[in-house]
């Protein structure tokens, strides 16, 4: 990992690159040099041709409490331009990232889990969008991807409550697709992103180009929108690769191209 100071660590191991937020004295909460951090190592994620996923975690057994108040009152603001608040919520990578959830997730901090494609949570591990009982709106992004991965009245009875969510309950309603036993989140997060980078790097890519975008085509545009993506990707000498392998009975050599 990079130097243990910085407010995140990343580190590359086989094709994932993990993103630990490391203020666990502030309960991991987003200042805006640990929204710049995040945001430079997501950055890094979607501009490396050897890193195919990503993981973002907290230190210390927290996932992230949220915005740090004592830095805003100072007038901090714990956002960067285009990937907004913490380096995520507006422009998440374009490459799959997984959510390894220990302990509280509250606030940004589960808008952070939320702009992930998968969310992996110790037993121990507590969601929620605290921010009506403060008088204050969860504006990022909470509000609009809370209700499209859980059902409906759900969604709007944790948002307007702002109740605390425990881990049991979230992975009943599908959010969290995993649980594990406490400080074991990160290792479950691993293994599921080893499994993404066994295959091919642009067809995991541009799978999930599709998943997250085909959410706003008309059923008239869908399959031209897709065609668009996945044609060039049919046409890849990856997708050669792939074909060749299986017939010869032998694992894929991927060259991203």
Not at 53 to 74: E, Q
């Amino acid at each position: 990992m990079t130097n243990k100071g910085n407010p995140v660590l990343t580190e590359s191991v086989d094709g994932i690159l993990i993103i630990t937020i490391n203020r666990p004295q502030a309960r991991n909460s987003i200042n805006t040099a640990t929204a710049e951090a995040i945001g430079l190592a997501l950055d890094e994620l979607d501009n490396k041709a050897d890193l195919t996923a990503g993981i973002i975690t907290g230190a210390g057994g927290f996932f992230c409490a949220g915005m740090d108040l004592k830095a805003f009152l100072a007038g901090e603001k714990p956002s960067i331009p285009v990937r907004g608040f913490a380096g995520i919520v507006e422009k998440p990578s374009e490459k799959p990232l997984i959510a390894a959830v220990e302990g509280y997730a509250l606030a940004g901090g589960f808008e952070i889990a939320l702009a992930c494609d998968v969310i992996v949570a110790s037993r121990e591990a507590k969601f929620g969008l605290p921010e009506v009982t403060r008088g204050l709106v969860a504006a990022g992004g909470g509000l609009m991807r809370l209700p499209q991965r859980v059902p409906y009245h759900l969604a709007m009875e944790w948002a307007l409550t702002g109740r605390l969510i425990e881990a049991e309950e979230a992975y009943r309603a599908s959010l969290v697709t995993h649980l594990t036993n406490p400080g074991a989140a990160l290792d479950k997060a691993l293994e599921i992103a080893t499994r993404i980078v066994a295959n091919g790097p642009m067809a995991v890519r541009a799978t999930k180009k599709i998943i997250v975008q085909s959410q706003d085509w008309t059923l008239e545009e869908s399959f031209h929108r897709q065609r668009e993506i996945s044609e060039p990707i049919r046409e890849s000498d990856d997708a050669k690769e792939g074909a060749q392998a299986f017939t010869q009975k032998r694992l894929p050599v991927w060259q991203g191209k």
